[in-house]
């Protein structure tokens, strides 16, 4: 499934449930992969020294559980899929309560970093929300609002449903300086195409086959995944990218188990009873292969994070728009939203239960804005903050002694040396220059 067809809903189910509701990333070996910080390390991490003030944090967070979209689930399987109660893409309550849960989280860390007020409602125009204009993304973000503040009735900001948010583009919906046929030719010279991408998970693909059920003799062929072909090619309308072969089918299907779990349905629904939380962990990383070709070449990140970049950029800045940047401003997206960001930043991500550079349900991608109370210099810590697939499918309160995973990533040729921290102005230039687009 390409990234547009993940976007799209039938807008009349929008209208019907609405109630409910950033030159590119250069890949180089000496990009950093963040690692897991142990709990009481994180805490430790999270706290600035006494030098240090926290002065704002500028948030991309991925929205929260959603119902399979529409086609997501592959027709491979040999048993029918659960129904979820909720429509195709949509937030489910489950996943509400997980996005509320860290809304309640993230008031108790800002407010321990004197950011934020600990008690009663933050001053008028210090919280920001600005959500992609689907249902599932405003419903994560009202979600969050009610944990952030609950009764101070944040608002949640976006556009008219159902229209295209700039900031929250793909390639296919008008990107800027986006050639179809340049992309096509770039990323398959990168990349080397989809065969060469998949090449190293053979076991993983095997592994997603005897989850599905269909290495096994039955009314349909016995399917060999891995050995489909696989092609990049300029979409029909000429505007975008379409995948075939095995990473659109193996994505699809690896995200749909995922979600079963994190939605709380019992083992057995999980993968018919064939996918545990490791088995989900080794097929979390066919999900990410998606945005080794949407979102992560050095053609796509800088045109993807165009628009989103430099609004990201702006706010740690200190600037939203004419305006002062609010202490705390969250944008709610996508999960191509943080590949494409992460891409560009030139880091790699593993929360704890996924796979590599798989963007968990709700995490969220931070930019704190820290000023030196001697020297006067700001500087900027880039973290990645989200619960594990255990905590959010057991919806686990979370607080200050029970944190969610939070990664410390490292932008290359920006962090001063042992103090994960990059100077505001060392960012800056960093972001400015990568969201240059290539040629």
Known sequence: MSIDQKRQIDPSRRRQYVGRIFAAALMAATCAV????????????????????????VMLVRHGVRAPLDGEPTSLAREAWPVWPSPGGFLTPHGAEGMRLLGAYDRQRFASMHLLPSQGCPAPGAVRIWTNAVERTIASGEALARGLAPDCAIKVDHLPIGQDDPLFAWPGAGLPHFDAAAAVAAVSAQTGGPAKLIAPYGETVRALETVLGCDQPGPTPTCDLAAAPGAITVSADGRGLDLTGPIRTTSGAAQVLMLEYVEGLPMDQVGWGRADPAR???????????????????????RVAGVLGHRLLAAVEGQDGPEPAPRLSLFVGHDDNIAAVTALLGVHFQIPGYGQDDPPLGDALLFEVLKDRRSGQRYVR?????????????????????????????????????????????????MSRRLTPTP
């Open 382 to 430: 880039v973290l990645m903050q989200a619960q594990t697939p255990q905590q959010l499918r057991d919806l686990t309160p979370l607080d200050l002694a029970h944190p969610p995973a939070l990664l410390s990533l490292t932008p290359p040729g920006c962090i001063q040396p042992g103090t994960g921290l990059c100077r505001l102005a060392d960012f800056s230039a960093l």
């Open 280 to 302: 989900l962990a080794q097929l979390s990383r066919l999900h990410a292969l998606l945005f080794e070709v949407y979102s992560r070449p050095d053609y796509i990140a800088p």
């Open 34 to 57: 963040a690692v897991a910080v142990p709990a009481p390390a994180m805490q430790a991490q999270a706290a600035p020294p006494s030098a240090l003030r926290l002065e704002r944090v």
